[in-house]
């Protein structure tokens, strides 16, 4: 198929490349110009801007930063959705908001276009090895025709609704729990380290009884030897996402006191200079909060 | 070895069976005596009182309600601490406080007696089965003695250190760490079921993906299908192992803030009435509040 | 002085009747015509339109429900801030979010206007008795050619500063700790009621001894009585005000979880149907959680 | 009266003194004999135990710091209460448990002896100033036999029922409160100091208006100069007094989630190390979370 790709951050560059690899005839269009350029040894072809990309396109997936990110480029005057084709499908993988998902959809459907929403799952070595996993909503025969994109870059696709926004609140929820067992392993790292215990050898315990997800090992392993640095996906972004679950709740009226108590960890790290961490620096903050000192992350 | 064993609830007799099966010679107590007579199918002896059981015991192991009944079963004047051989053993599998752990060692030591910490995680079937997970903590020899019975009544033993407390402390942050998981599905339900998602494919979606630890699966198949009633472990133990981690997070000054958030809706599941459910059921607190009336559960 | 007057409310109708009986000439403007036509037998013209209002304005007050009705008319493009003449002064006295301050404070530059912000305490009866409590912001001077509308209005006036945005901070803080005050009324009344004591009397107590601020009086009185049907600032609002706090600190980096869960309890509130009453029937959540009916506000 | 005074601390001394000086003849008891010595000088006699404080006393009155405390004194066998001559008063003063205030008082009934829980509020200037608020509980005939103490040391009593335990759930809730002014206080001026805003200013605002109780001014004055090392009241007694809350909150099945809140930061402030400090330095943490040193106070 003929599919525009914009945004290739660290999530989307892996998967970008995967389309080509699987022979999809890709036009890229980054804001930092150079990323894009990498990309012309899968063989694809650089736009110069986001609108020159997506103007024969059948498909147009982007990958941006944040709402603000996606407004600009796509439902600003001039901007992509101008550009589109009638008939062409938009998919949205990153990481927006609820309410702009809606936007999107009916932005497109007065410009007679489609929109599938489809956030993904895993860090940026999994959108490099093509093992993410898919979250799509839309109408099943649109769902359908994205099937083969899908199935380039993940190891597995989720249908969560024909309404796309759906998906958003998925993808959206399940960020939620995963802070939601850092805070857990960290209020536990620091209880068992004032009690005199390695947490390397608790999560080795839970690991191998009751909290077998990769995820436990995963993030249990960063924050039992604080080793935030490395930052696969940086800590404001965690705010952010946790600040978009939070106002879908809000406006659904639903309370959720979990994900407010992490949102506020996730300003206190913030606060204390931790924005070029990865996010599961977030439990550093209790660390402190109980007297911990980090060893030198 | 010869064993005496009190405290045969849902999960002691479970782990009494698996303990007769590997052809140890028991010897039973509990308080309602019928549940001992039980086990007489098993060959197990039945005593009249906790003393008499133990009386020719190698090891003795306890498996009781709470730190009340442990105290007054075996360090009360006159209790199984005055009537246990010297150098025989006691293991305490329940869930109790850091601070009661710590007591009993000391206790022990004082009548030439040893102590094992050997908190087990496992709801009854899995006691039933003998595939509950074990983490003992004692001296090196004193496990080693102990192996035959934790390889009885266990899938696998884990060794959290020589300091028996600290394996309380290790059970306390497991059971934490399950109630996080509970809060995180049961917000995470409220906002995809006001969204206008059943939370079962939610559900389906997260154990299929990050998520695959069967314990998302368990407690969440009863959160979203609202089925509290069959419960294998109350709701006011769920309260009580809260305020132990509590407690010992207090003792070392560790703020635990989710912990605290959770036992608040503990309190409230109690104050509205479902002392008699699963603690699952806590959940159907962040229903209410976000407006959700239960199925009916 | 020449005062246009947009928004007749609870709040604007006294404050603008005030401003007529100190003998300034009136325009006023509201979306329902009816409530800005009540204001004729003080004196007052009555405009078609808010840009009309302002022509020939040397002040202009805004008193609007939220950010969304200021940017509508004051910022869009033919809005008020096209129709004002040069020179002339905004006053804007509604709460507003601290970003909305800041726009308002460059816009009004640009076309060689003055903002000041001046948001007041006090609730309906407050503003028809002209006993405000004004906290403004803005350069000296702009504050001294306010100060006769501020004293026609209030009973103090403070100064919070010379940077307009800071006096909506303090106005939202200000907010905030009167919702502190409400929780901490609604868990000491659950507890005291749950003990078997009126919390009538514990307030008494409370407001004879320690807590003589009228405040605790006021709510302390609805929320012991759970009359909350008489809305003098409805709860949405309250959840508004909320929201905008948070992301004030959200801006500044701040943690404030007392914010956020009261918060949380606005939501449930909302949730469960609550939003026509006053603000303070938040308290319902705590009593509600602790299994407590309410009377019947 | 012949009165026996237990307890000379902050206080005590105070107490005491006023009740030597409304012409009161007053047997007292210290651990630390010294304080005891410091009150001969007001005419009062030194005990060397406390039984032997209450052998002739027609009243004793317990001033001590804690659950414990009293319990070692007074319910020890061999303790105050089988030394307490029959028909006699004993008003206990100090902030204890509801629990424990019920013990009490069902064992002075074996005792054929009379309870009275009377905790007071106020620092110690109050107490050494007679100007403490009284809150007793009791039937109304013993309140009455009690009334010239209390009229000697406060300058108002409030009577808050006939179940002496009610005085002591009214005293914690008070404190409950005063620590929820601190925590809204502390986040606000985390706030408006990110915003480049002098506390002292914010707060001298927020004292001349909505918030007038001296209570906001005493704790907002020290709190805003971060002055906290002058400690009328330590910081582990709030944590004492938050965990008695939350022990009453548990019995009566009521959750209070901003104590639970505002109880991790005092367990974060130990941590930290702050023992030493005022209460109202509980409020360091929120500043520290918000990134914002301790000006070094």
Redesign the interface.
Known sequence: MKIAFIGLGNMGSGIARNLAKAGHQLTVYNRTRSRAEELRSSGATVADTPEQSVKDAEIVITMLADDRAVENIVLWKGGVIEALPEGAVHISMSTIS?ALSKRLESAHKQFKQHYVSAPV?GRPDAAAAAKL?V?AAAPADLIHRCQPIFEAIGQ?T?I??T?P??AN??KL??N???T??I???A??F???R????DPN??L???T?????????KTYGTMIAQEKYKNAGFKLPLGLKDN?L?LA???D??????????I???F??A????MSEWDWSAVAA??F????LDEAGS
Chains 1, 2, 3, 4 share one sequence.
Do not use: W
């Open positions: 609820v799952f996993f979250v597995k989720f969560a609704g309404d926004a759906i609140t998925v929820c399940g939620f729990m995963i939601a067992v805070e857990s392993l209020e536990s620091a209880l068992v004032k009690s005199g215990m050898q608790f080795d315990i839970m191998s009884s009751l909290f077998s997800a990769p995820i436990y600040r679950v879908a709740a809000q659904a009226a639903v309370p959720m006191p979990m994900a407010s108590l949102g506020d960890h300003l206190a913030i606060a204390q200079g903050i209790t402190r909060n109980a007297g």
